[in-house]
């Protein structure tokens, strides 16, 4: 395993392709140049020692002396021990609503990202907690088992939209059902299934459902996206609104945010709703509800004792550096005697 420290500093790696253009264009001037002063024969009997192939050679160890460079000042670290390290935390099942509804823009932007940026907050306000992600339209499907791994989890979270489930509808109970697998210890008390939703289109099995998950221990919160007065669903292509979701009257389909239904649900898994309009308020009322929470310790095996390794791109850099200053560009007496790249013809 590995990190880079300081990866800013690959910007710099722009300047190389840089000089290769600028190395590229003299070469050219310099050819036309010769053109114009005379013919190549007499050209190269006016300055028999000069090698095109050095002036290559000096800049390609002069451009690997930079990247090396560079690549030092981006320290990158090994990790040369793997340990089992023990934490504390919560196991948290975000299941989020990607049906058609979710595209309304009663909230800025949208519903569903609006959704994604409620859940990459309170990711980001996470210690040593576990989280997994569930997507559910009409069907409910795993999007990431529980992990660790943050990083990961906003990305699968990024890549969420409402063209991942082809059925459409609002599952929330097959989403529940879903989330019960995800949880491995039967004992765990500290199981919790966080639900985003506009509460639109859901069957009468999720009540029921959550009072079973209930039982099992998993405490169920439910985020609210949308406003009551609810909005058009729009049809866009390209980024452009092409038109609305109409039903099967020819009318414009409004959408609302259910929010009884939601109540419901975790009223039923002895949790709470919570409105999901004001982002740093959800974060703050979820992270009080975590921390009254009995944590549970797990293991997981991390990559520890990271040493650094820029020492050696330093040294590469140097080599490249004493050999680009050591490297002249006229031809040297062996290289013209065994006349590699036909430079006497």
Same mark, same amino acid.
């Given at each position: 395993?590995?990190?880079?420290?300081?990866?800013?500093?690959?910007?710099?790696?722009?300047?190389?392709?840089?000089?290769?253009?600028?190395?590229?264009?003299?070469?050219?001037?310099?050819?036309?140049?010769?053109?114009?002063?005379?013919?190549?024969?007499?050209?190269?009997?006016? /300055?028999?020692?000069?090698?095109?192939?050095? /002036?290559?050679?000096?800049?390609?160890?002069?451009?690997?002396?930079?990247? @090396?460079?560079?690549?030092?000042?981006?320290?990158?670290?090994?990790?040369?021990?793997?340990?089992?390290?023990?934490?504390?935390?919560?196991?948290?099942?975000?299941?989020?609503?990607?049906?058609? /509804?979710?595209?309304?823009?009663?909230?800025?932007?949208?519903?569903?990202?609006?959704?994604?940026?409620?859940?990459?907050?309170?990711?980001?306000?996470?210690? /040593?907690?576990?989280?997994?992600?569930?997507?559910?339209?009409?069907?409910?499907?795993?999007?990431?088992?529980?992990?660790?791994?943050?990083?990961?989890?906003?990305?699968?979270?990024?890549?969420?939209?409402?063209?991942?489930?082809?059925?459409?509808?609002?599952?929330?109970?097959?989403?529940?059902?879903? @989330?019960?697998?995800?949880?491995?210890?039967?004992?765990?008390?500290?199981?919790?299934?966080?639900?985003?939703?506009?509460?639109?289109?859901?069957?009468?099995?999720?009540?029921?459902?959550?009072?079973?998950?209930?039982?099992?221990?998993?405490?169920?919160?439910?985020?609210?996206?949308?406003?009551?007065?609810?909005?058009?669903?729009?049809?866009?292509?390209?980024?452009?609104?092409?038109?609305?979701?109409?039903?099967?009257?020819?009318?414009?389909?409004?959408?609302?945010?259910?929010?009884?239904?939601?109540?419901?649900?975790?009223?039923?898994?002895?949790?709470?709703?919570?409105?999901?309009?004001?982002?740093?308020?959800?974060?703050?009322?979820?992270?009080?509800?975590?921390?009254?929470?009995?944590?549970?310790?797990?293991?997981?095996?991390?990559?520890?004792?990271?040493?650094?390794?820029?020492?050696?791109?330093?040294?590469?850099?140097?080599?490249?550096?004493?050999?680009?200053?050591?490297?002249?560009?006229?031809?040297?007496?062996?290289?013209?005697?065994?006349?590699?790249?036909?430079?006497?013809?």
């Amino acid at each position: 395993m590995y990190q880079l420290e300081e990866k800013i500093w690959f910007w710099l790696l722009l300047i190389l392709p840089v000089m290769a253009i600028v190395f590229l264009w003299t070469l050219f001037w310099k050819k036309s140049v010769q053109k114009k002063f005379g013919n190549t024969r007499a050209v190269k009997r006016l /300055s028999p020692n000069q090698s095109v192939f050095k /002036s290559v050679l000096k800049f390609c160890t002069l451009t690997l002396a930079i990247g @090396s460079f560079i690549v030092a000042l981006v320290n990158p670290k090994i990790g040369t021990k793997l340990e089992t390290i023990k934490r504390e935390g919560v196991d948290i099942v975000f299941a989020i609503d990607v049906s058609k /509804s979710m595209l309304a823009e009663d909230v800025a932007p949208n519903r569903l990202e609006k959704s994604k940026q409620l859940v990459t907050q309170i990711i980001n306000n996470l210690t /040593s907690d576990r989280v997994g992600i569930i997507a559910y339209a009409g069907k409910a499907f795993p999007q990431l088992p529980i992990t660790t791994d943050y990083g990961t989890a906003k990305l699968f979270l990024q890549s969420m939209n409402t063209d991942m489930l082809s059925s459409q509808g609002t599952a929330i109970d097959e989403a529940i059902q879903l @989330s019960r697998n995800y949880f491995d210890d039967e004992e765990q008390t500290n199981r919790v299934l966080v639900i985003i939703s506009d509460g639109e289109d859901h069957n009468d099995l999720s009540e029921e459902v959550a009072e079973t998950a209930s039982e099992e221990g998993i405490k169920i919160y439910t985020i609210g996206v949308g406003s009551e007065k609810g909005g058009p669903i729009p049809l866009k292509r390209n980024g452009v609104v092409m038109s609305y979701k109409k039903d099967k009257n020819g009318e414009t389909v409004i959408t609302k945010l259910n929010t009884e239904t939601l109540k419901l649900i975790a009223a039923e898994a002895k949790g709470e709703y919570i409105d999901g309009n004001t982002t740093a308020a959800v974060v703050e009322q979820l992270r009080d509800i975590l921390n009254k929470m009995d944590k549970k310790e797990f293991e997981a095996k991390e990559f520890a004792e990271y040493k650094d390794q820029f020492q050696w791109f330093l040294g590469i850099g140097l080599f490249f550096l004493i050999l680009d200053i050591l490297f002249l560009e006229r031809k040297t007496a062996w290289l013209k005697r065994l006349n590699l790249f036909n430079e006497n013809l």
